[in-house]
Nanobody, 129 residues
Framework: QLQLVESGGGLAQPGGSLRLSCAAP????????IGWFRQAPGKEREGVSC????????YYADSVKGRFTISRDNAKNTVYLQMNSLKPEDTAVYYC??????????????????????WGQGTQVTVSS
């Protein structure tokens, strides 16, 4: 069964950067559409970014557009979320998730949690001075 492992979270100052990684030991990640989601205390989980398996197209939530970048390194079998110009409101637990349906893609709207059937355990990102 596909298991995802996130890493790279931690504490950053406002304006700082972090890079999150999503790996799937034993599986080939570029076969799947991968989404990054986050959940802040007391809030619902929201889609942050997504990269399609079919054509590599990407999606970003308006709140992170221009600051976050999602990418794949197929040689390392890893998906990254580069987060720059971090803000306190980016503080949350970040999850990567996989949509394993063949030919899936991100679309132009926020990724639907229900479409993603494999999830990582999450990594905490805290932005504070």
């Amino acid at each position: 069964q596909l298991q995802l492992v996130e890493s790279g979270g931690g504490l950053a100052q406002p304006g700082g950067s972090l890079r999150l990684s999503c790996a799937a030991p034993g599986f080939t990640l570029h076969y799947y559409t991968i989404g990054w989601f986050r959940q802040a205390p007391g809030k619902e989980r929201e889609g942050v970014s997504c990269i399609s398996s079919s054509d590599g197209t990407t999606y970003y939530a308006d709140s992170v557009k221009g600051r976050f970048t999602i990418s794949r390194d197929n040689a390392k079998n890893t998906v990254y979320l580069q987060m720059n110009s971090l803000k306190p409101e980016d503080t949350a637990v970040y999850y990567c998730a996989a949509n394993t349906m063949y030919g899936s893609s991100c679309g132009t709207a926020s990724p639907d949690i229900a479409d993603f059937n494999s999830w990582g355990q999450g990594t905490q990102v805290t932005v504070s001075s």
